[in-house]
Each structure stands twice: as C-alpha cells, then as structure tokens.
C-alpha cells in the first residue's frame, strides 16, 4: 500500500489512549510501532538506563535547576546544562529517531519525533480525551483512586508539555504542531486508528495530483 510509506508520529495527552493508538495502527498497517523499543535503543546507545530515558519526557531539563546564586558559577553551569544526562538522553533518542526513519515508515509514539523530523518526511497526529475518560483509563490501568489519577494526568500531561515546547519550535497540544488532532472520546480507538488511514491515503492522494 502506497500509503503506508509514510513515517507517523504520535503525540497524545495522558490517559487518551494514545499509545494504544499508535500500536493497534502500526500492527494494522504491518509496521513498527517504537516507543519502549525506541527507548531500549536509546538506552543502549547512551549508557544511561531505560528507566531514566523513559522519565525523560516527563522531566524535562530546565537551566533553572542549575543556577547556584552565584552570576561566575552560574555561567559555567548554563553552560554544561547541555551535557546533563537529560540532554544526552535527548541526544539519543533524536539519533535513533534519525537511523529509524531510514528503515521505512513506523509508528513512533511521543519524544518529541515531530519536532525532529522534517514535516514532509511524516504525519503528526495529536490525540486527545474527556478529562473523564482519561481518569478512568488512568485508574483502571494503575489501579489507583480518581483523586490520584487526575493528580498524576495533570502533573504528566504538564510534564510533556514543558518537554515538547522546550525542544520544539511550537506548542504541545496546539493545531499548528500537528497535521491532524484527534478525540478518542469521540471516536474511540478504532475509530481514531481508521480516521489515521483515512489521512495517509488523502495525502497520498494529493501527493500524486
């Protein structure tokens, strides 16, 4: 299928669904799906564990963390804020992203990969979701209360926010970071996975006018 030459990345708000997203679409399509597995490659090519690189798009690196008091100090540690392990996890996912993409087209979900690769090389669809249904999936997948599922959708969801707009040159969640933004409320899963496939094929489609 000659849609399917696409590279698709995924952003989504925690809770929505979005991975569940990414990896039904990839298993339909016949493609890889990389979110843990970009992770263990990054891992493997930084040293640093899975778990930290895991943590990174919800602790994204902040120069303030660095500033001492002292304006000489400080200067030196702006400086190497670059060199923390927060950017070399960074530093390794943007490489992976860069040597997977040559492989053919894949489903990549969240780590900033929109931002990373060049608009025409990719499709970049943000999901969303009722701030109930995302509680309720939230709950039921970590087995915990309302209160700290809407406690941990809040502090995750700002989390990546700060990541993405810290490494992008626009928003997280906004229309113009992304081709296409989609409610898994209102479609559900499969019905996101189907609207998805619905975009590849129309770009294509233009593509070939």
Same mark, same amino acid.
């Given at each position: 299928m000659a849609y399917m030459q696409n590279i698709i990345c995924i952003g989504r708000q925690y809770g929505s669904g979005g991975r569940e997203i990414g990896e039904k679409l990839s298993r339909v399509l016949g493609?890889?799906?990389?979110?843990?597995?970009?992770?263990?490659?990054?891992?493997?090519? $930084? +040293?640093?564990?899975?778990?930290? @690189?895991?943590?990174?798009?919800? /602790?994204?690196? *902040?120069?303030? !963390?660095?500033? $001492? +008091?002292?304006?000489?100090?400080? @200067?030196?540690?702006?400086?190497? /804020?670059?060199? *923390?392990?927060? !950017?070399?996890?960074?530093?390794?996912?943007?490489?992976? @992203?860069?040597?997977?993409?040559?492989?053919?087209?894949c489903v990549i979900i969240g780590r900033c990969a929109s931002s990373i690769l060049p608009k025409e090389k990719r499709l970049s669809i943000f999901i969303y979701a009722d701030e109930e249904d995302k509680t309720k999936r939230v709950m039921e997948r970590n087995q915990i209360d309302e209160k700290r599922a809407r406690h941990r959708i809040k502090h995750i969801n700002r989390m990546r926010k700060q990541f993405f707009d810290f490494y992008s040159d626009t928003e997280w969640g906004q229309p113009e970071s992304y081709d296409m933004m989609l409610s898994s409320s209102r479609f559900g899963i499969d019905g996101c996975v189907s609207l998805i496939i619905d975009c590849l094929k129309e770009k294509e489609a233009s593509l070939n006018e």
């Open positions: 493609i890889p799906c990389y979110d843990k597995l970009l992770i263990k490659k990054a891992s493997l090519e $930084s +040293g640093l564990s899975e778990e930290f @690189i895991e943590r990174t798009e919800e /602790t994204p690196i *902040s120069s303030i !963390q660095f500033l $001492s +008091g002292n304006p000489y100090a400080d @200067i030196a540690g702006i400086g190497n /804020t670059f060199y *923390s392990e927060s !950017q070399q996890a960074y530093n390794a996912e943007q490489n992976v @992203i860069e040597q997977i993409v040559k492989q053919g087209p």
